[in-house]
């Protein structure tokens, strides 16, 4: 039975330097401080998990380089992506910027059963005492926070020892503006913490098996209509005859 095939996801998370990318893997995907981001253009690492229907999938999620040749390779790259995930950091405008380019120049290449969201990084950095971090959030409070990781630091690309308190340059009003107008997903996060990236993977690959499964369902009312409509016609050529 279909139901019993395990599904099989392709997830690139693209940024430019300093935004925690590596990072945001790296929590997710509960690894050590021994991952690194990739020397060449593109690496990944996989996850087996289980949708909400008892459905088995298994998550590749590519670490892409912000080396300005990736772009001369993103069709190769890009080939099979289920979804992709614009990443900045709200600390940095020229951050957000740059994804919002990146976007503009990937956009020609994405398919409609391609899943784009794009993602505010650092929210332990801020102090925004009118800012709700959970505005993503679902009712389990254990989805927003994975402690497990806290020892995932100096190696990777967004950590800050100090973990100062920094000036938000990009709103949650900027990114969610954006992403509003471009039909995208958004999410912000802390790659360090964890707040909100455990329950942004998992809506994300939700939604693309509900996409997938929107997609065969208007596929297969397609079929029925057209064979509904070849019938209906060979019934009024039998009844002129």
């Not at 990146?102 to 929210?123: H, P, Q, R």
């Not at 913490?193 to 098996?209: A, C, E, M, R």
Request: net charge neutral; charged share 40%; hydrophobic share 30%.
């Amino acid at each position: 039975m279909i139901e019993d095939q395990q599904l099989k996801y392709k997830i690139i998370v693209a940024s430019f330097d300093k935004c925690g990318k590596t990072t945001l893997i790296g929590k997710y995907l509960n690894l050590n401080e021994d991952y690194h981001s990739p020397t060449l253009y593109a690496d990944y690492k996989d996850k087996n998990i289980t949708l909400k229907n008892g459905q088995n999938a298994k998550i590749e999620i590519w670490d892409t380089t912000s080396d300005a040749k990736f772009k001369r390779v993103t069709k190769v790259i890009f080939k099979d992506t289920r979804a992709i995930i614009y990443l900045y950091d709200i600390t940095d405008k020229k951050s957000f910027d740059n994804a919002k380019e990146y976007y503009n120049f990937m956009k020609d290449y994405i398919t409609d059963n391609v899943i784009v969201a794009i993602v505010g990084n650092k929210l332990d950095l801020i102090d925004d005492k009118d800012d709700d971090k959970s505005d993503n959030k679902d009712d389990n409070n254990d989805d927003i926070k994975d402690d497990k990781s806290e020892d995932f630091l100096s190696q990777n690309d967004s950590f800050n020892f100090s973990q100062e308190i920094v000036k938000r340059e990009v709103t949650k009003e900027e990114g969610r503006k954006y992403a509003d107008e471009n039909n995208l997903m958004f999410y912000e996060v802390s790659a360090i913490n964890g707040t909100n990236v455990k329950i942004f993977f998992d809506t994300l690959i939700q939604y693309i098996y509900d996409n997938d499964n929107d997609t065969k369902s208007e596929k297969e009312r397609k079929k029925r209509n057209k064979i509904k409509l070849r019938k209906e016609r060979q019934g009024k050529k039998g009844c002129c005859k």
